[in-house]
């Protein structure tokens, strides 16, 4: 055991969680396309539940390496690859208040990390 895992974290579970919400927020982008796609809506609804389908296999791996109390918590990242997904490739506008909550997840998910 390395420093940290002793209390539940590694790094590479941490890696594999923060994998996770970005194959959520990508996932979330494919359904958003889909709600507005004129044509091809089956191929977006297809490609966001193989991505949620992704996601199940490298969450279930993190569990191997996290606590569940800590890998739970951990998966408000997906909050916040949505919101830049949702900006960079749907150009959606992020309010100043939604940026402030995004950076308080940041925060909350860093404390859980350093204080687990």
Same mark, same amino acid.
């Given at each position: 055991?390395?420093?940290?895992? @002793?209390?539940?974290?590694?790094v590479f !579970?941490?890696? *594999?969680?923060?994998i996770? @919400?970005?194959?959520?927020g990508?996932?979330q982008v494919c $359904?958003? +396309?889909?709600a507005?796609a004129?044509?091809? +809506?089956?191929?977006?609804?297809? !490609? ?10 490298? $969450? ?5 390496? *996290?606590d569940?109390?800590?890998?739970y918590?951990?998966?408000? /990242?997906?909050?916040?690859a949505?919101?830049? *997904?949702?900006? !960079? /490739? ?5 309010s100043?208040?939604?940026w402030? !909550?995004?950076?308080?997840?940041l925060a909350?998910v ?7």
């Open positions: 055991m390395t420093v940290g895992e @002793a209390s539940g974290v590694s !579970g941490v890696m *594999l969680v923060a996770c @919400a970005a194959f959520e990508f996932a $359904y958003k +396309k889909a507005h004129l044509s091809r +809506k089956t191929l977006w609804v297809a !490609g966001g539940t193989v991505l949620f389908a992704v996601e199940a296999g490298f $969450y279930t791996l993190a569990l191997r390496f *996290l569940l109390s800590i890998a918590p951990l998966g408000a /990242l997906s909050f916040v949505v919101a830049l *997904l949702s900006r !960079g /490739l749907l150009r959606e506008r992020i100043p208040s939604r402030i !909550g995004v950076v308080l997840i909350g860093a404390m859980v990390v350093v204080r687990a």
